[in-house]
């Protein structure tokens, strides 16, 4: 008999430790506290939006988030499915940018409006051309070990490079000039 007392203490006490586990697991998962939303265009959307639903200044009639959304796509499609093809020219290098379906447009726009924002990074000369199949971006600098970084960091690591991402997005999230013109 005694013995029957502490299995059934012991399972009462199990199944307690249960319910209290799966009750912080409940206000774990609805801890307001968390930083990411599980998507990366998703977290970005809505770092942005709680930021201009916090900002009394917001002016409403301009915010386009739909516009953001639309370059996050190209963000994606150029990353994801862009193919790119690094080659030595005369004083610097020219990366060929391809591809083909919803990725041709995305690239025809992000790369341009990128390589504008690299004109001048460490002294580079950034031009780009369009192409049937995709863009022609070309870095022009005197310096071989500048030439080896870019070489190295391909075109996947420049799209990486410089501090106007995050205000890039904000500024369109905003209806803001980007790149010299309203998107």
């Not at 799966?22 to 970005?44: I, K, N, R, T, V």
């Not at 071989?144 to 997005?169: D, K, M, V």
């Amino acid at each position: 008999m005694q013995l029957s007392r502490v299995i059934v203490a012991g399972f009462v006490v199990l199944s307690l430790m249960r319910v209290h586990a799966d009750e912080a697991h409940h206000e774990h998962a609805a801890d307001p506290h968390l930083q990411q939303s599980g998507q990366a265009a998703f977290a970005a959307i809505q770092e942005i939006v709680q930021r201009l639903d916090a900002d009394p200044n917001t002016d409403w009639s301009k915010v386009n988030i739909d516009r953001l959304r639309a370059h996050l796509l190209d963000m994606n499609e150029v990353v994801m499915n862009a193919k790119s093809d690094v080659q030595d020219v005369a004083g610097g290098v020219l990366i060929k940018v391809t591809g083909s379906g919803s990725v041709l447009p995305a690239i025809q726009r992000m790369i341009p409006a990128h390589a504008s924002m690299m004109n001048g990074y460490r002294d580079w000369r950034s031009v780009t051309e369009l192409t049937d199949d995709g863009v022609s971006w070309t870095l022009f600098t005197s310096s071989a070990s500048e030439r080896t970084r870019i070489r190295g960091l391909g075109l996947f690591g420049l799209l990486t490079l410089g501090a106007h991402h995050a205000p890039h997005h904000w500024a369109m999230a905003k209806g803001e000039m980007v790149h010299g013109r309203e998107k």
